[in-house]
């Protein structure tokens, strides 16, 4: 492993904003990076055009959760309860920024809300979202934005949920790959930051081939100051991730995006509940 994959490159990192719980934990997330890194935060808030079209039938009505009354919603209610939760975005992003002294931004987009996110990504080292928007029971199942990004985002992607934030121990795949290798960084600079506990997941079918990239990993990881615990997993099937993450009581897990077919991936994030880093 060459001195070029200790570098962390992540300058501007992109949190989608929403109303939900789910989306102060990516901000918390990403303003903790952001700090850790000198990184640039960068907010964003789309107005969703389909929320709109849908108040302006003339039969539309809102049905607010847990009740069962119904109001009538029309376009420009929809318009200005937009603009109070955007106000509201801005204000925690300037909020935790400014306590966290991190250099940010914010705007606000109008246009259909998983393709907006997946543009501005494209400008971004790391894309911070919530797993869910407003989920209506404790299982908290990916959304359909968090679905998109896991699956096209450009970059690596940071999905938490409500109440979750990023916590020891940190756990990381590796199989020696070129994105386990970029994994292995970011996961070794979150541990550096969290306690300096780290497990690796050792993707290997052979005691051999683990030896070899347990080896290799010990080699660069020397001198950081970590306590790292090795674990060889023969398969990367969701129920051996599921199980092994969860016997670990992960507090945040990085994982190379290579490591699962994409549409496998996206049920092992249903599964999790801690954060997950998605290295790309």
Known sequence: MSERDDELTLRRILVALDA???SLAALEAAAELAASLEAELQGLFVEDINLLRVAGLPVAQEVPYPFVTATRLDRARMERELRAQAAQAHQA????????QVKWSFRVVRGEVAPEVLAAALEADLLSLGKAS??????VRLGSTARAAAAQAPHSVLLLQRHASI???????YDG???????????AHLAQKKGGYLTMLILADTPG??????????????G???????????????????????A?????????STVLHPDVLQTLLDELDCPVLLVR
Do not use: D, K, N
């Open 177 to 187: 790959s070129p994105i386990a290798r970029q994994a292995l960084a970011m996961a």
């Open 209 to 222: 081939a683990a030896r070899q990239l347990q080896a290799q990993a010990s080699e660069w990881l020397r």
């Open 248 to 256: 670990e009581r992960s507090g945040v897990l990085v994982l190379s």
């Open 134 to 139: 407003r989920p209506l029971t404790r299982r």
């Open 20 to 22: 939900s719980h789910h």
């Open 167 to 173: 916590m020891p121990p940190v756990v990381v795949t």
């Open 224 to 246: 950081r100051a970590l306590v790292v615990r090795y674990r060889r997993l023969a398969g990367a099937g969701v129920a051996t991730l599921t199980h092994e993450v969860r």
């Open 93 to 100: 992003l300037a909020t935790v920024c400014e306590q966290r």
